[in-house]
């Protein structure tokens, strides 16, 4: 990607960007939806997916990402799709030098992460792509890392592969307090999201609400593309 392209990436980071748009006020109210899922301990470490690509996960866990800085709290990103990385291009930083290198001990922790323009965001982008993604995430050091990001900052966001097409996302999720999944409105198949909602639950994941993504909504003078406000599963 150019760096041209990366810029607009970075552009898409809404809240950021527009801080005061309905979209921007969506996620203010996903931050805060959260923290009323546990107030006697609250969920810290969480992973964003979807069923399938190109339903928004990680646009959604960035912005997210801006949202909880917003409000003063430290927060750290863990790209883990380490099959299509894209925090690296939201955020316009290097790809290499990331998680993939802290694994295998090439480089510390603290190598690994990047500051972003974003003051209290920080990024660890996914290095170099493995050939054994699954293997990987699954190992002890995968946790190590998680821990030693829970320390670093107040919120741990963890982008993660879809769903339905590889394994990596179920494994993520069972080391995290949580899972958000992200339904893109008019492209999600009801039976796509059962079979990820069965997937999940059969590794014990914690689902902790559906952010809907890709509403249309009216304003006075445009239509916007919105997350709109997360829901369970169940109601």
Known sequence: MSRRDSKKEFEELIVNREPKSPVSEAYRELRTNLSYLNPDDPLTKIAITSSGTQEGK??????LAITLANNEQDVIIIDADLRKPRQHEIYNLPKHKGLSDILIGEISFLEGVQKTEINRVKLISTGFIPPNPSELI??????????????KADFVLVDTPPVLPVTDAAILANKLDGTLLVVASHE???????RTKEKLEKANVNIIGVVLNKYPIETETDYYYSVASQKTLNG
């Open 188 to 194: 999600t198949e009801e039976e796509m999201l059962d």
């Open 58 to 63: 990680s646009l959604t866990l960035a912005n």
């Open 138 to 151: 699954s190992s002890n050091k995968m946790e190590e890392v998680i821990n030693k990001a829970e320390e």
